[in-house]
């Protein structure tokens, strides 16, 4: 893993975060799943997906049963940039 955003902005649960959903784009991940892969409480996790989606940088893919996944927003010109 390259871990770009950790190198220029720091080792922030957030940043953390973005890092491992830019290197996987085409998947899409539960909270319990981004929880275990970048080593965060699933609260931690909740709080971070809630925010980032509402800024429009994640978006809610699917839900299956009581499960919401989510992506990064390839869309946003931010993301892209």
């Known amino acids: 893993m390259s871990k770009a955003f ?4 720091g080792n922030t649960p957030q940043v953390r975060l973005l890092d491992f959903l830019a290197e996987n784009l085409e998947f899409d991940y539960t909270i ?16 971070l ?8 940088l994640l978006l809610h893919t ?17 993301v892209l940039s």
């Open 49 to 56: 997906v809630g925010r980032l989606t509402k800024d429009g």
């Open 6 to 9: 950790t190198k220029v902005f």
């Open 62 to 78: 699917r839900t299956v049963g009581r499960s919401r996944f989510y992506r990064i927003d390839r869309g946003n010109p931010v």
């Open 32 to 47: 319990s799943q981004l929880s275990e892969s970048v080593d965060l409480s699933r609260p931690t996790v909740y709080g």
